[in-house]
């Protein structure tokens, strides 16, 4: 899984804090990729490197796919996809610039 194309939606002067940028990112990502329910997800470590963040930073993020629902933890295996989300995570975003970025068609993505 890729992420490196996302680095650039990431704003350390938005008003989202870094977590909640990355947790749309991810939520975005496994949207597009098509993830099945049960597809194991990537490590903490490995989307921070992609991503150019800490390991802390992602764990927050991760915390918000699981609680909402987006992803599960699985003995043995980790996170993985579950797409049984309680609250969509636009919803967090959906009026900010970085929310709008994803759906504004004049924004370049990275997909």
Known sequence: MDLSGYKKFLKDDHP?????????????????AGLAAGTPFMSEGGIADQLGTSRP???????????????????????????????????????SSFGKSFSNPDTQRPY
Not at 75 to 87: C, E, M, N, S, T
């Open 16 to 32: 989202l804090p870094l977590y909640y940028q990355i947790a749309n990112i991810l939520e975005h990502y496994i949207n597009q």
């Open 57 to 95: 930073t992602v764990r927050k993020a991760i915390r918000i796919l699981l609680d909402s629902g987006l992803l599960r933890k699985e003995r043995g295996k980790g996170a993985v996809v579950d797409l049984d989300p309680k609250i969509p995570l636009a919803v967090l975003s959906e009026h």
